[in-house]
């Protein structure tokens, strides 16, 4: 009985995998035949491929340079980058321990309490708020 079951698994098996390939093709991946178009590459065309690639610094050299940084802007001198930060302290957009954290940029001037009270009352008395809103 065990036998007989082995059996069909492994005929079972091997028509999937007839029918995966089939639908693979079906859907465009052909990856022999697409890799196989154009004129193939030669050892020394690769080497010379993976030589300019990693002088770009495109490719790591070893474990220790991964992941691979590429510079997408100009680079800025350390002046520059000092500047910028001492900009972004002064506008309060850097926090000054964990307890500024998130830094909320501000909105504009802040109002006092009274000053908002005397607008409350103000906007009462105009008849744009009811005595229900607003405390």
């Known amino acids: ?9 492994l005929i ?3 028509a999937s995998l007839g029918a995966v390939a089939s639908n693979a093709a079906e859907n465009g991946n052909n990856y ?3 890799a196989s178009q154009g004129q193939p590459l030669t050892r020394a065309d690769v080497l ?11 490719i790591p ?16 001198s350390r002046t520059e980058v000092k ?3 001492a900009q972004a302290r002064a506008e309060g957009l850097m926090a000054q321990n964990d307890i500024d954290y998130p830094v909320v940029a501000s909105q504009g001037p802040s109002v006092s ?12 008395a105009a008849g744009e708020l009811s005595v229900s809103q607003g405390s």
């Open 48 to 58: 010379a491929d993976l030589a300019q690639a990693r002088a770009q610094g495109v």
């Open 12 to 14: 079972a098996a091997v």
């Open 61 to 76: 050299h070893g474990d220790a340079d991964y992941p691979v940084y590429v510079a997408s802007g100009p680079a800025m």
């Open 113 to 124: 309490r009274t000053d908002v009270k005397q607008e409350l009352a103000r906007a009462r």
């Open 83 to 85: 500047a910028q930060l």
């Open 32 to 34: 022999p035949q697409v």
């Open 1 to 9: 009985m065990n036998t007989k079951n082995i059996a069909i698994a």
